[in-house]
């Protein structure tokens, strides 16, 4: 992030609180930058409305990978350098799945990995950016942005306290 | 959880349609007897085969939520006990293949055995006399556990408590080991020794996977026909989602079988495994080859894959409906080249087919509509009515 944003965190103790406020807030119409859980919760999921397509692209993944692992088979063994195997044909076409099974695999695993990574803006060195270092342990952390929250400050505050927050406090990022 | 309280009244339209379609298969079956007596036995052994397939790999299904204590399935348990309870018929059925056994199996044609080295060789294993001691030693075990099993189930019904879920899981781990060893042993005497002289390691636990598939889909076949004329009120696309997943990963698993053991076959080129593909690899049998894998593994694998399609009745119906044809077809590759040697499909096969389907309609119904179709005091049960993900 380049340009400094100052971020409201609310701190929550549990799920259940958490959940309450989270609701609440999406129906005042608070606009909500990021939810920490330390493990997933199918609320917070449908609620932020990050629907992923990487399923989507991981199916297109493999596609790719079995033609191009049959292509590259088949005109190794048949086009570019045919071989007399004990009488078999070239195209021993059911001896190239198994490679294609493992190996597709492998290449919808590498490059399921290369595109989430793009895409969450992560690579190897990359700096952490932790709001709260507690996220990362027991805690549950609502981030809001101040600037396009939606809604005062006082008044969100309240919220969040009135549904069981353990503490709200103001931050900036740099 | 008064409104739980959910009973099936078989309407007597609906049982005289299956008295209807049993009297087809009566007839179908007498028909063909007189007609071809060699296609009426195959079809005898196929139809057989295929419905029993079916209850033991619905009681597989039943005997794993038990094991791995699943909660989204116990509201449903009463359908894989139901279908189990097809057993005993089937025992009676296949005992009855006695008078057929010199038409169906060429290794039980007297004096074969004194002219042919590798049926000597296996005779202390394939004659009749310890044949029928396999199907009675086997459709005994089936039919004292799966009696048990549905007795413990209704005991915990009218009782309540955990000691009858413990008991279930207890029996639940024997019953697994019981099947897989005696369906395994089973499908090699019913389908394998068709072809006495052919070799394959795989084709036993295909067969079971086969029949664990089958099982799972008309398991959530009953139960979406349940759902549809008012019962099951509390079915949801996460239940939907989670009968898909069975169907998904066994398809998979039968085509992972399916072609190792043709891979392996085939690259081995050894001429007694290689053998069975080949007689069966002409006509009608080689476009069955390819019917199978498409029916059995990639429109399943395909059509199940998304999240959408696998929550949807849309979509999982018409799947089910051709893996219940993939069943057949798959059957119909391994008997018809054996036992009748040609490609021959009519009515007769139809009729027979339809005659069992009543039959094993009928008993499922009848069993179904004997107790609440929820179980009452299963412990799981809140967590099946309100399954979310």
């Known amino acids: 992030m380049i340009t400094n944003r100052k971020y409201l965190v609310g701190v929550f103790d549990d799920e259940h609180t958490l959940k309450d406020a989270f609701q609440k807030a999406l129906d005042k119409g608070v606009v909500i930058e990021e939810v920490y859980t330390p493990y997933p919760i199918h609320e917070i999921l449908h609620g932020m409305k990050n629907k992923t397509n990487i399923t989507t692209a991981a199916f297109f993944y493999g596609l790719f990978a079995v033609v191009m692992l049959i292509g590259g088979m088949y005109y190794a063994a048949v086009v570019d350098w045919p071989l007399h195997f004990g009488g078999k044909p070239f195209n021993t076409f059911p001896s190239f799945i198994v490679v294609t099974i493992v190996a597709t695999i492998l290449t919808i695993t590498i490059l399921t990995l290369f595109t989430f990574s793009a895409r969450a803006k992560i690579f190897p060195g990359k700096k952490e950016e932790i709001i709260d270092i507690r996220a990362t342990d027991d805690k549950f952390i609502i981030l809001l942005d101040q600037d396009k929250m939606g809604i005062d400050k006082p008044e969100v505050t309240k919220l969040f306290q009135a549904n069981g927050a353990s503490e709200v406090y103001e931050k900036e990022s740099n | ?389």
């Open chain 2, 1 to 389: 959880m008064n409104t739980m309280e959910d009973k099936l009244i078989v309407p007597q339209k609906f049982k005289n349609l299956l008295y209807g379609l049993i009297g087809i298969g009566l007839i179908s079956m007498v028909a063909g007897f007189i007609l071809d007596p060699h296609r009426a036995w195959a079809n005898y052994l196929l139809n057989n085969y295929y419905f029993v397939s079916i209850a033991i790999g619905a009681a597989f299904f039943g005997a794993i939520q038990y094991i791995a204590q699943a909660g989204w399935s116990s509201a449903f348990k009463r359908v894989p006990e139901a279908m189990a309870s097809y057993i005993p018929v089937a025992a009676v059925f296949f005992l009855l293949m006695y008078f057929g056994m010199h038409t169906i199996f060429h290794w039980s044609h007297e004096g074969i055995t004194e002219t042919d080295v590798l049926l000597a060789h296996k005779a202390p294993y394939l004659n009749i006399p310890f044949f029928f001691l396999r199907v009675i030693l086997f459709f005994g075990l089936w039919i004292v556990m799966v009696r048990l099993l549905r007795k413990i189930s209704l005991k915990e019904d009218a009782e309540g408590g955990m000691q009858h879920f413990y008991d279930s899981e207890k029996y639940s781990k024997v019953f697994i080991f019981i099947i897989a060893i005696s369906f395994t042993l089973f499908a090699i005497d019913m389908i394998m020794s068709l072809d006495p002289h052919w070799f394959s390691g795989l084709f036993a636990a295909k067969s079971f996977i086969a029949a664990f598939l089958h099982g799972a889909t008309i398991i959530t076949l009953i139960v979406i026909i349940l759902h549809k004329i008012g019962h099951y009120k509390m079915l949801n696309r996460s239940h939907l989602h989670d009968f898909s997943r069975y169907i998904f990963m066994l398809s998979i698993v039968w085509g992972y079988f399916n072609f190792a053991e043709f891979m392996i076959i085939w690259y081995g080129n050894l001429p007694e495994e290689t053998i069975y593909y080949v007689s069966r690899s002409h006509g009608a049998f080689g476009v069955l080859f390819y019917a199978n894998i498409i029916l059995n593994w990639f429109i399943p694998f395909l059509f199940l894959m998304p999240r959408m399609t696998s929550r949807s009745k849309l979509f999982m119906v018409p799947v089910i409906i051709l893996l219940m044809i993939g069943q057949y077809t798959e059957l119909y590759y391994y008997i018809w080249p054996a036992v009748v040697h040609e490609a021959k499909f009519g009515i007769l096969e139809v009729g027979t087919y339809l005659g069992f389907l009543g039959l094993f309609a009928l008993v499922v119904t009848n069993t179904l509509s004997k107790a609440s179709l929820v179980p009452k005091n299963h412990p799981y049960l809140e967590e099946s009515v309100y399954h979310q993900f």
